[in-house]
């Protein structure tokens, strides 16, 4: 595979996992707010942060590439390219490319600099890792995550995905204190949230041509904070006691950058607001637990239908884009590749017949092969149903290009129909009657030839 279809492939992919990420996130805001009116902030928490995950892992794409090559669903040919769709989407493909690189350049920059502000820190004092390994045990925290104080920095923070530690600002703290900010930067740990953090940060390089990344990543910013603060107020003894500590760092704090990092606030509005989520939480009317499990089901059931629907949808079209566009690639009215016709009822003397199946085996009439096919032998598929009126179309692309090969289709009478010529070519017949058909190439150039094809029926 060649770099430039692994652009296109790439380029196909996020766009894909885009599409179908912001549906499917889409609808867990439009729907999934009821569970947490409803009290459920737990179920709401859980199912928007597995809806981001489809933001950044390309699952619907893979499904699509599996049910494409291996069970020839829309012709086989999904994403497979002509000239005409390979010059528009390479197009397309490096202007995002560029987009993306630039904006991971930014990022990568500002984590360097969020870094060289944080290393000037020094190791933690006794007493703050016998509270930290105490709140540790409490989480159910295994690893053993260390503490730093640095003069340098002015709110508590948790940074590193592979070697997390904390930093705080080096200054005096009671114990209340320091257990109130320890149990909060620990429990952003025990969340993930550095993780998809920075999972949500790729997402908005790659994605940036998509703007519903960057809303939902500041709201998902403050939602976990909230989620921190409802699994955190209760292990240091209550809501009241937890906010009060945390608002004596309003007073010193400047708003900091915390690109790769997860801090205890930005500000005092914000502290307000996760204030008021909380009561509100609190106040709520909890639902049955039944009752959520079912809402639950219905906003998932709805978010696979959905995307099911639109990827399946845009599966079709791009066949028929392909369809479309294959014409204008093979037989152009002033192509300079040669070729010819050809007419016969059997291979050439001395050549070795090989099927693709064993024989009589039935395939289906739309389908994809990659051959390597050795001087003097014909490769050829199963056989497959066409009615009488259909149209058979073959695809074939031939490595080395410059050498004469034999593409063509086997009549259910065993005649065949092909054309001759080298680098790529496509043969289309259509059926005068109803029968099983065959698609063929033919080697007598030489030397062996690897061949990467596929036909289809319609």
Same mark, same amino acid.
């Given at each position: ?10 380029? @196909? ?16 805001? =439009? ?6 009116? =409803? ?81 000037? #820190? ?11 390994? !105490? ?17 340098? =920095?002015?709110?508590? &923070? ?44 790729? @997402? ?31 292990? &240091? ?29 930005? !500000? ?13 939480? #609190? ?26 629907? =639109? ?44 099927? !693709? ?65 080298? !680098? ?35």
């Amino acid at each position: 595979m060649d770099l430039s279809n692994i652009l296109f492939q790439t380029f @196909i992919m996020v766009l894909v996992t885009s599409l179908s990420g912001s549906m499917i996130v889409k609808i867990w805001l =439009a729907y999934a707010l009821r569970l947490e009116s =409803a009290g459920c902030w737990h179920l709401f928490n859980y199912g928007i942060r597995s809806a981001i995950l489809f933001w950044g892992l390309p699952l619907v794409y893979m499904i699509l590439m599996l049910a494409g090559k291996s069970f020839s669903f829309w012709g086989g040919v999904l994403f497979q390219l002509t000239p005409v769709i390979y010059y528009f989407v390479m197009a397309i493909g490096i202007i995002w490319l560029s987009g993306a690189m630039i904006l991971a350049g930014k990022y990568i920059l500002a984590g360097i600099g969020a870094y060289k502000y944080y290393c000037k #820190r020094i190791p933690h004092k006794d007493d703050w890792g016998i509270v930290c390994k !105490d709140i540790c045990r409490r989480l159910q925290i295994r690893r053993k995550i260390p503490v730093y104080g640095c003069y340098e =920095a002015q709110i508590p &923070v948790i940074r590193g995905l592979f070697r997390p530690m904390i930093v705080l600002p080096e200054h005096g703290y009671n114990n209340e204190e320091l257990r109130v900010i320890l149990t909060h930067e620990l429990t952003h740990y025990r969340h993930r949230d550095l993780w998809l953090k920075a999972l949500f940060t790729s @997402i908005l390089c790659l994605q940036w041509f998509n703007p519903l990344p960057k809303e939902v990543y500041k709201k998902f910013c403050f939602w976990s904070e909230c989620y921190c603060d409802a699994s955190a107020a209760p292990v &240091v003894g209550g809501a009241k006691l937890y906010f009060a500590e945390i608002l004596a760092f309003t007073q010193k704090q400047e708003r900091l950058n915390l690109m790769g990092g997860t801090g205890l606030l930005e !500000d005092e509005h914000e502290l307000l607001r996760r204030v008021s989520h909380m009561s509100k939480q #609190r106040n709520a009317k909890k639902v049955p637990k039944q009752v959520a499990a079912a809402m639950c089901a219905g906003i998932i059931c709805l978010s696979a239908g959905s995307v099911f629907a =639109a990827t399946g949808t845009l599966a079709a079209g791009y066949q028929q884009l392909y369809y479309a566009t294959m014409v204008e690639d093979i037989t152009p009215e002033d192509s300079a590749i040669d070729w010819l016709e050809s007419e016969d009822f059997g291979p050439a003397p001395g050549v070795i017949v090989i099927s !693709d199946v064993a024989d009589g085996a039935r395939v289906k009439a739309n389908g994809t092969f990659e051959w390597t096919v050795k001087n003097n032998v014909q490769k050829q598929t199963g056989t497959f149903y066409v009615a009488s009126g259909k149209t058979i179309s073959a695809t074939a692309y031939f490595d080395p290009a410059d050498v004469s090969v034999k593409l063509g289709i086997i009549k259910p009478n065993g005649a065949r129909t092909a054309c001759i010529g080298s !680098d790529s070519l496509t043969k289309s017949y259509t059926a005068d009657k109803s029968g099983y058909y065959q698609v063929f190439v033919e080697n007598t150039s030489g030397v062996s030839v690897d061949v990467y094809g596929s036909y289809s029926t319609r």
